[in-house]
């Protein structure tokens, strides 16, 4: 059990390959529990497209509009208009299928940081039984999963100081999500401190995305329509927030309050701006050593303040967030209730939606993230003072 394989230059004990295995299959069989769950989500939309792709012919479909989501989740929802009868639990299996990849870049990035192959592994796991990443994909239906996997493998190559795969991989989550950008502040800072990212590469982000769209605009569908998705969704939900809980739900935002939304959803695209503007600020003008542990912490602040400040959140608008406190705490053990706290926080804004319940008020949960944005700022202060170079 302990004699050892090297895989891709990585050296695996047999014990170590026998536990992924039977976690990959554990995992696997609590997802396939959850399977025959229908959401509303599914009855609302999915449903109702993937008949109308199958009525227009699978590809064939993709010369109007049918849904509000961009052409890749699209071209994949064609696909398995041809293969299988079962919508719901193919729809289910890719973004499944995608919970293993984004395990996979989890343990590819804490080895990266760390060479443990232990902790590398139980990161892995921590991602696969996280329960919002079961809950999205599994039980709602939904493809979060998808766009932050290509977010994660970005992240793995930046931090194998390639510049050009980053952003690469960057773009085709764009291609897929627009929360993508809550990403970008990230990848900004990193390129004014002269940190693997080159400026010229942020190209492949709008390169991608139009690369992606061509394929629709062949079958017919107007290349403007395609161009402007993006803009149509950014006005689907004015409210400050649709039960996220960031804070306009301390500010009485949240739907169906409404309480000067448009005034105070202007006001939070600024303040959030200037927010992130002065930690590049401060960040920039230190002479610190970034190392890899920095790096994350930055990721994680950058994203989570972006998500808790920037107005018309969706409850489902900090996927993103989990998944990057997934390798903070694993990378650092002694930060692990800081992961489950976000876990936590991403349950409490799913059950809403998920069983129409609020188990605690939106208010009580958004002061919760706002300590653990707190906490997550204040180690990022210690670890700049901790390595600090003048």
Not at 139 to 148: A, G, M, N, R
Request: charged fraction near 15%.
């Amino acid at each position: 059990m302990f004699n050892k394989l090297k895989i891709r230059g990585i050296t695996f004990q047999v014990v170590d390959l026998v536990f992924i295995l039977c976690l990959f299959v554990l995992g696997f069989m609590i997802r396939w529990k959850l399977m025959p769950i229908e959401s509303a989500d599914y009855w609302g939309f999915l449903k109702d497209w993937m008949e109308q792709i199958r009525n227009g012919g699978g590809f064939a479909s993709l010369d109007h509009r049918i849904s509000n989501y961009t052409s890749p989740y699209m071209y994949m929802m064609c696909l398995i208009s041809y293969f299988s009868k079962n919508d719901l639990y193919a729809l289910k299996m890719v973004s499944v299928m995608f919970d293993y990849a984004a395990s996979v870049a989890v343990f590819l990035i804490i080895y990266q940081i760390s060479g443990n192959m232990r902790k590398s592994i139980l990161g892995m796991a921590a991602l696969l039984l996280s329960p919002t990443v079961i809950l999205d994909s599994a039980y709602w239906c939904q493809c979060d999963i998808i766009y932050t996997t290509f977010i994660l493998y970005a992240l793995y190559r930046f931090l194998k100081d390639d510049s050009e795969g980053c952003l690469v991989f960057v773009g085709i989550s764009f291609a897929f999500k627009l929360q993508t950008l809550f990403f970008v502040p990230f990848l900004l800072i990193m390129w004014l401190k002269n940190r693997t990212v080159k400026l010229h590469h942020f190209l492949w982000i709008p390169a991608v995305y139009v690369i992606s769209a061509i394929p629709a605009w062949l079958a017919g569908r107007g290349f403007e329509e395609l161009m402007l998705i993006y803009f149509d969704q950014s006005g689907t939900y004015p409210w400050g927030t649709l039960e996220y809980p960031n804070i306009y739900a301390l500010l009485g935002e949240a739907m169906p309050d409404m309480r000067h939304a448009a005034e105070v959803s202007g006001a939070g695209v600024f303040m959030t701006v200037i927010l992130l503007g002065s930690i590049a600020y401060y960040i920039y003008t230190k002479d610190v050593h970034l190392t890899d542990e920095l790096v994350i912490t930055i990721a994680l602040f950058t994203v989570a303040l972006t998500v808790y400040c920037l107005p018309h959140m969706h409850d489902r608008y900090g996927f993103l967030i989990d998944l990057l406190a997934v390798v903070y705490g694993m990378s650092n053990t002694k930060k692990l209730p800081v992961m489950c706290g976000f876990f936590v926080v991403s349950i409490l804004s799913f059950m809403p939606y998920l069983i129409a319940v609020h188990i605690v008020p939106i208010q009580y949960v958004a002061l919760a993230l706002l300590g653990l944005l707190m906490y997550v700022g204040a180690d990022l202060h210690r670890q700049v003072k901790a390595n600090s170079l003048s």
